[in-house]
């Protein structure tokens, strides 16, 4: 059974940083991209972040680029997000989600809180 | 950026009703969307892939169809735990994947 477990998320203020992580088990994972995708508060999803199987390639929404790193630890099937310089508009549950090979989410994580606040 | 556009944003059924949901992109995705399920609390659940695949264990009520740029996915007879909101999302030109605002399914 595919699980995925993320962990890291909290209370931080503006400028701050957090790590987040996903814990992958149930698939060989090495063998798929990750990504990461979050649903702020009364708002709808969005893709955040991705990373090929390697961790050779990154990818990355254009909010978040050169203030999140994605990268991943396949010996451990962990996935992680390092996010730095929060905002209050990354307020929001932070998902990670397996990839098919073919840029479809077939399976999700339960989420991670991530709240950006004074 | 694909900007894909969902309607209606909220629609009221009852069970045992036909739901059609439509999600319109702003260029030609191809085949290349798919539909996920999220209700609160949870995480999402992929429903329809490819425009009209199912994975294994969602059941038959659930369709998709489409090509292009305009997609529908059918829920033919509602029941209470379908009511929750529904994404598309398209693969075709990334990054970045994009998701539309979502569609609410809520009771009648």
């Known amino acids: 059974e595919v699980q995925l477990v993320e962990s890291g998320g909290g209370l931080v203020q503006p400028g701050g940083s957090l790590r987040l992580s996903c814990e992958a088990s149930?698939?060989?994972?090495?063998?798929?991209?990750m990504n990461w995708v979050r649903r702020a508060p009364g708002k709808g999803l969005e893709w955040v972040s991705g990373i090929s199987e390697s961790g050779d390639s990154t990818y990355y929404e254009d909010s978040v680029k050169g203030r999140f790193t994605i990268s991943r630890d396949n010996s451990k099937t962990r996935l992680f997000l390092q996010m730095n310089s929060l905002r209050a508009e990354d307020t929001a549950v932070y998902y990670c989600?397996?990839?098919?090979?073919?840029?479809?989410?077939?399976?999700w994580g339960q989420g991670t809180l991530v709240t950006v606040s004074s | 950026e694909i900007v894909l556009t969902q309607s209606p944003a909220t629609l009221s059924l009852s069970p045992g009703e036909r739901a059609t949901l439509s999600c319109r992109a702003s260029q030609s995705v191809s085949n290349y969307l798919a539909w996920y399920q999220q209700k609160p609390g949870q995480a999402p659940r992929l429903l329809i892939y490819d425009a009209s695949k199912r994975p294994t264990g969602i059941p038959a009520r659930f369709s998709g169809s489409g090509s292009g740029t305009d997609f529908t996915l059918t829920i033919s007879s509602l029941e209470p735990e379908d009511f929750a909101v529904y994404y598309c999302q398209q693969r075709s030109d990334w990054p970045p994947f994009t998701f539309g605002q979502g569609t609410k399914l809520e009771i009648k």
């Open positions: 149930g698939f060989i994972f090495s063998t798929y991209a």
């Open positions: 989600a397996k990839d098919n090979g073919r840029g479809v989410f077939d399976y």
